[in-house]
């Protein structure tokens, strides 16, 4: 029992260790990643085991070397090592699976760590304990359930084998030596009975357990990886949302109808509702796409939104804080499931056909998705793998990737050590490698700086012209004019206008920005003369922003031509004693800001 316990505490810390890389990679998207880049459930999970069971296997060797350096005969002597090696390997087998399992719960991995350490030892030490109180209380032969239940847990299988295992072994030794011990209890019984047997002194049940457990534990995992996005998809559609139509009529009749009053947004709608899908020549195609969050109250994240994206177009995503587009992106790329509505990828749905769809694209998250302890040429080498670029290829393949994106002078280093604008370089190189036909990138140029951020435009530029699809959000007015063909502002989960951006100035753009500045010592009075002045000349202006003496007005551009504007405002200088003043076309900025009002940023 006292090899036993000591065994558990070092098992524990070794063993929990195994949560570590697949908390990190769930939660950083890395493993979502490389399922977008074709790596399929079955072969993820089954690499990682394999690689686990390797470490595991190489750590049983040096404890083995432990045990017969440290004279433990019972468990070494006459080729038992080789018996005390089937026991850990079989503990390898079910505890690595039930590892990963359990590390589904958890979000971060050194809490999932500590959580499993101490799970794991003190089910070991309980499990143990109970054990001895059973057979002392109520005799060698009696069964408790409890001890029946804990079967499913690795560690009590392991800590039973090893406890059992010893006591049998050391018995058979003590009582083939010349003297026995007089508290020994060699009868035939004991000294002849097959230690893998299925008696209860025996530690057959125990192996077994562990051979089946391991085998449960995998095939949960694989049917978490491949059925729960089905089954969560089912009941989010057809319960969750069934009986929240049922109970808010007026909200999915006034929210969820699809309707536009903007003219772009309904045409699109139209275009894609009315015309049957294969005449569409969308590469991608959503259809009427909602997404409601069931939490307390529930959140329209997502409102009913169509619309179809063709190739080599460059589409953005606009929109305000919590407005949907990570939603949308989420439930594009297949991390997320829509409520009602479906998404199609070159005529695929991403409903019922997830694993083709994600091997069709790219995408950068909007939080990088790298692990740390990899250089950056590392992982484009694995990505480059994945995407089954020929070995002999690979290479200049990564060379030329690394040069678009200037990561060269950072290829070897530790991504650790990078800094947040490199990292999102290489984010966005990932989901630029492969032949994927849509790439999605989720605010791709924070923290760049000009440069770097010039060199991924171009870099975009050339992959949507090569015939991609790309789908970008972005807080970058600048970065979505240089990049967009084709634009969308959102807000609160339903597009507010549709078109390319320079269709969006002209529709929304009837207006001049005038800027005026005043000296700091100019008084009241001559201000509000300003002001009346520029109400009465320019009728419909509106005063958009007032600081330290700088006025901001919109300016209707309907009727006031460039050099009327002018005019006016070279004598309103003289007049009022003007520092200075400009006048300028609207922006895509200033198109989103007029979408900028508080009832548009305040929560539902
Ligand atoms: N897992 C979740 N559970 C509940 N509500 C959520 C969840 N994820 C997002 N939401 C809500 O859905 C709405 C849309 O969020 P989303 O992250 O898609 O916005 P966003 O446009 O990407 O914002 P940002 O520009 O800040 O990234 C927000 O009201 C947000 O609070």
Not at 19 to 44: D, M, W, Y
Not at 194 to 203: G, T
Not at 238 to 260: A, H, P, Q, T
Not at 400 to 413: C, H, I, V
Request: hydrophobic content about 45%.
């Amino acid at each position: 029992m006292q090899v036993a316990l000591n065994l558990f505490f070092g098992v524990s810390i070794f063993v929990s260790g195994f949560c570590l890389l697949t908390v990190t990679e769930r939660i950083t998207k890395a493993k979502h990643i490389q399922f977008v880049s074709g790596v399929s459930p079955i072969n993820f999970w089954l690499s990682a085991l394999l690689w686990d069971f390797i470490i595991f296997f190489i750590a049983c060797c040096l404890l083995m070397v432990v045990f017969l350096s440290s004279g433990l005969d019972a468990l070494t002597k006459n080729y038992r090592f080789l018996d005390t090696l089937v026991i850990f390997m079989l503990f390898g087998w079910s505890v690595i699976p039930f590892t990963y399992l359990i590390s589904f719960l958890f979000s971060s991995h050194t809490s999932a760590y500590i959580k499993l350490v101490m799970l794991n030892y003190c089910v070991g030490v309980f499990s143990v304990a109970m054990d001895v109180i059973i057979t002392t209380t109520s005799g060698p032969d009696s069964e408790s359930l409890l001890l029946n239940l804990l079967m499913v847990l690795p560690i009590h299988n392991f800590g039973m084998s090893i406890t059992k295992y010893y006591d049998n072994q050391e018995t058979k030794i003590l009582c083939s030596s010349a003297n026995v011990p007089a508290f020994i209890n060699c009868s035939k019984a004991i000294t002849q009975m097959n230690v893998y047997s299925l008696e209860r002194d025996a530690i057959g049940r125990f192996l077994i357990a562990m051979a089946v457990t391991g085998f449960v534990f995998f095939l949960l995992i694989f049917l978490l990886e491949t059925t729960l996005w089905k089954v969560r998809t089912f009941v989010f559609r057809y319960i969750f949302f069934g009986v929240y139509k049922k109970l808010n009529k007026d909200i999915v009749s006034k929210e969820l109808s699809g309707e536009s009053e903007d003219d772009d947004v309904q045409y699109e709608r139209n275009r894609i509702l009315e015309q049957p899908q294969e005449l569409l020549n969308d590469t991608v195609l959503i259809k009427e796409l909602t997404k409601i969050y069931f939490t307390c109250p529930a959140v329209l994240a997502v409102r009913n939104i169509s619309l179809g994206i063709q190739k080599e177009e460059c589409f953005g995503l606009l929109g305000l804080n919590g407005a949907g587009k990570t939603t949308t992106f989420e439930i594009l790329t297949g991390e997320e499931t829509a409520t009602s509505g479906d998404v199609f990828i070159e005529n695929l749905s991403i409903t019922k056909n997830l694993q083709e769809v994600r091997s069709k694209i790219g995408y950068c998250p909007q939080f990088d998705a790298l692990l740390d302890y990899m250089t950056a040429r590392e992982i484009i080498v694995m990505y480059a793998r994945l995407w089954g670029i020929p070995e002999t290829q690979i290479t200049q393949y990564v060379n030329e990737l690394l040069q678009s994106l200037n990561l060269e002078p950072y290829a070897d280093k530790f991504i650790y050590s990078y800094s947040g604008g490199n990292k999102r370089r290489l984010s966005n190189a990932i989901a630029l490698m492969g032949k994927p036909s849509v790439i999605f990138l989720d605010e791709p140029s924070t923290g760049m700086d000009p440069g770097a951020r010039r060199l991924l435009w171009n870099t975009v530029t050339r992959a949507r012209e090569s015939g991609k699809v790309i789908i970008i959000t972005s807080h970058s007015m600048e970065e979505c004019d240089a990049l967009c063909t084709r634009l969308a502002i959102m807000v609160k989960g339903k597009f507010m206008c549709l078109g390319s951006p320079q269709h969006l100035k002209n529709k929304f753009g009837n207006i001049y920005i005038l800027k005026a500045k005043f000296n700091m010592d100019t008084d009241e009075n001559k201000l509000e003369d300003f002001k009346k002045y520029i109400a009465t000349v320019f009728p419909g202006s509106e005063l958009k922003h007032e600081n330290q003496g700088i006025l901001n007005y919109y300016i209707p551009s309907k009727d006031n031509g460039w050099g009327k504007v002018f005019g006016i405002l070279e004598e309103a200088k003289e007049k009022f004693n003007l520092e200075d003043y400009s006048i300028s076309q609207i922006t895509l900025e200033q198109v989103f800001l007029t979408f900028a009002t508080p009832e548009n940023t305040e929560g539902d």
